[in-house]
């Protein structure tokens, strides 16, 4: 049983900053990648940044140069840096771990981010 819970969201005011922590429990036998996503009512979940099994990292063009995805291997977390934030980031946020080999993927309950003045 693999889980992923997340924490860090709630309100932040246009150009201020959030972390979002993703943290991974559970016996994972396959080579994965890490994930952010989030989602807006009535809207697709959109991919955010991943970090892959290889250490590579990879951001939507609207999150580029403002987010920072991270690992700490120690303690099995993932984090999202949010920096510059706009109205535009405010989301549910979703921590993914995917499997591409099998497929499988692994969700996290979510946590709100707002982004308001």
């Known amino acids: 049983q693999v889980t992923l819970v997340e924490s860090g969201g709630g309100l932040a005011q246009p150009g201020g900053s959030l972390r979002l922590s993703c943290t991974v429990s559970?016996?994972?036998?396959?080579?994965?990648?890490l994930n952010w996503y989030r989602q807006v009512p009535e809207k697709q979940r959109e991919l955010v940044a991943t970090?892959?099994?290889?250490?590579?990292?990879n951001y939507a063009d609207s999150v580029k140069d403002r987010f920072t995805i991270s690992r700490d291997y120690g303690k099995n977390a993932v984090y999202l840096q949010m920096n510059n934030l706009k109205p535009d980031d405010t989301a549910v946020y979703y921590c993914?771990?995917?499997?591409?080999?099998?497929?499988?993927?692994?969700w996290g309950q979510g946590t709100r981010v707002t982004v308001s003045s």
């Open positions: 970090f892959t099994g290889t250490g590579t990292t």
């Open positions: 993914n771990l995917h499997q591409p080999l099998i497929p499988r993927d692994y």
């Open positions: 559970g016996n994972i036998l396959s080579w994965y990648n």
